[in-house]
Nanobody, 123 residues
Framework: RVQVVESGGGLVQAGESLRLSCTVSGLTHDDYTMGWFRQAGGGEREGVACLRGETGGTTTYAASVEGRFTISEGNAKNTFYLQMDSLKPEDTATYYC???????????????WGQGTQVTVSS
């Protein structure tokens, strides 16, 4: 059974930083893509960043976070991070980690999802 677990959300002020963590277990092999997504209020879930490790760490970012957020793989196996710097109130959302065996992309067609962690940025 595949499990995806996020952690690290919280309340910060605009301009501050936060790092989210994601741990994946139960996948049959290591060749997969990790993605971070977010959903604010009643809006749609949107892709934030993705990473495909087996292609030399290929990453893709949404335009709204490019240059402020960094997705990376941790030293511990199957652990991934989303470093969020220069946070803005519009970054407030529930953030989800997801895993899939496809390419690095920001659509929501991932098979395995975590439960989400809340990030709130005050102005």
């Amino acid at each position: 059974r595949v499990q995806v677990v996020e952690s690290g959300g919280g309340l910060v002020q605009a301009g501050e930083s936060l790092r989210l963590s994601c741990t994946v277990s139960g996948l049959t092999h290591d060749d997969y893509t990790m993605g971070w997504f977010r959903q604010a209020g009643g809006g749609e879930r949107e892709g934030v960043a993705c990473l495909r490790g087996e292609t030399g760490g290929t990453t893709t970012y949404a335009a709204s976070v490019e240059g402020r957020f960094t997705i990376s793989e941790g030293n511990a196996k199957n652990t991934f991070y989303l470093q969020m710097d220069s946070l803005k109130p519009e970054d407030t959302a529930t953030y989800y980690c997801a895993a899939d065996f496809g390419t690095c992309r920001l659509d929501t067609q991932y098979n395995y999802w975590g439960q989400g962690t809340q990030v709130t940025v005050s102005s």
